[in-house]
Structure formats: C-alpha cells, structure tokens
C-alpha cells in the first residue's frame, strides 16, 4: 500500500516539509493537506523537500502547482522545492505539472532571498455579541493605518461577517490578522472548529442576524479556507486599487 511521511521543521522563518514515500494520487490529498497547514502561520517561505519522493503517477506532481496557486492567493507565501532528483527535476521542465522555483538543494533554498515582510495588524478575540463589531472597528484602523479609505467598507463587511459566522458556528477564541499585500488587503479569521464554512440561502436584514459568507463573496474578490492546527483558517482578499482612480 503507498505511503507518504511529511516531517515538518522551522528553519529561522522558513518552515521545511521533508516529504518520503510514494508519491501518486492515493498520497497527494495528505501532501497537499500538510503544506496547507503550514501557511497558517505565514512563514517567510515553505520548502518541500523532494529528495525521499519516488514519484508512481507523474500526475500526482500537480499538486505542488495547486498548492503554490493557493499560496499566492492567501497568505502570499512562497512554495520553493528542493533535492528534487533528475526524474522530478526533468518532470517539471516541462511545465505540465505548474512552474514552480526548484531548487538543487534545502540549502539553497533557505538562502534565496527573503521577500518582504507584509505589514500587519492582529488581535484575539472571544465568540461573544461583540467580537464583529470590534473586527469592523479593526478593519477600519488597517485601512486608514495603509491608507486605503475606498476599502474600509467593505473590509468592515468582510472582517464582520468571518468573525459572525466563526463565533457562532465555531464558539471558540478567534484570531483575526489584517495583512497588506502588494496587490490585495488580506483578511484571515481562525477559530477552533475544523468544520468547512458553507454559505446559506438568503439572510436577515437586521444588522445583528448572521449572514453567513454570502456578503463575503459579493465583496471579496478571492475567498475559502485551509485547515489549522485544532481548527481552519477562512480568508478573504480585496484589491487594492480604488477604481475611482
């Protein structure tokens, strides 16, 4: 029966993913699942190191292409491979399974140069009555803070209703984070229930009924969700540029 094992290790401000086993579509669900997790915690970068790979189905690489797409929407994390070996090495060449940074060795990887770190803004808060209205109030700091008054509205829509749908169907401690990237404003909830997030049909027009995530996707322009430790991460992005402009 096929079989993967992923070590994870934090290098400085890189975490390391040191993958061994069979690699086809039975293992790629549980490499995929692992490297997810790893963003979480937004580390300057995420290496995957190939070298214990022996690749059954060439078609499982693809899910390092999937990753890496994920990561560049939320958080914006690199996905660098390393020690990939001559046969993963010529694999991705061609480009078939995604055009991804790979690098000879871990060594290597850990020394291509660190990309800026975005500024943030980050609070805990308790499932209670309050906690959407303190995460309007924080996305109206993050905007004004980066200068970004054509998004406090809808930052305050998006950041109310992830906080409203994680204390009501999460009731554990939740941790929101503001990040500012180059191209988007991203908005991240985490809670304690690893349940998926799913969007209802209609809403309340009261301002204190939970509408689930059906603003959140009027308003973002990328939503979803990747598993946590203990729990999941939703995530959403706005563009930056003020279409007034």
């Known amino acids: 029966m096929a079989g993967i094992s992923c070590t994870v290790s934090q290098v400085g401000t890189r975490t390391v993913v040191r993958l061994a086993g069979d690699l ?34 060439p078609v499982a690489l693809a899910v390092f292409g999937s990753v890496a797409r994920q990561a560049a929407m939320w958080p914006g994390t690199p996905l660098l491979l390393s020690d990939p070996g001559d046969e993963i090495a010529e694999h991705f060449a061609t480009g078939r399974y995604g055009r991804l940074p790979v690098l000879a060795s871990t060594t290597e990887a850990l020394r291509v140069e660190h990309r800026d770190q975005m500024p943030w803004l980050a609070d805990s808060l308790l499932p209670v ?20 008054p054509h998004l406090s509205d809808p930052a305050r829509i998006v950041a109310g209703e992830l906080v409203t749908n994680a204390a009501v169907h999460a009731g554990t401690m939740i941790d929101l984070r503001f990040s500012l ?51 999941k991460v939703v995530w959403a992005t706005l563009a930056r540029a003020d279409p007034a402009r």
């Open 24 to 57: 086809c579509a039975q293992t790629a669900p549980q490499i995929r699942a692992t490297l997810l997790k790893c963003l979480v915690e937004q580390p300057d970068a995420v290496i995957a190191e190939l070298s214990g790979l022996e690749v059954r189905e």
């Open 129 to 148: 009555s309050g906690a959407a209205a303190h995460a309007r109030w924080l996305a109206g700091e993050a905007c004004a803070r980066w200068d970004l």
């Open 181 to 231: 990237g180059r191209r988007c404003l991203l908005i991240a909830v985490r809670d304690g229930s690893s349940a998926a997030p799913r969007t209802e049909e209609g809403f309340s027009l009261t301002t204190t009924a939970p509408r689930g995530l059906l603003l959140v996707e009027q308003f973002a322009r990328r939503w979803g969700t990747v598993p946590a430790e203990g729990g």
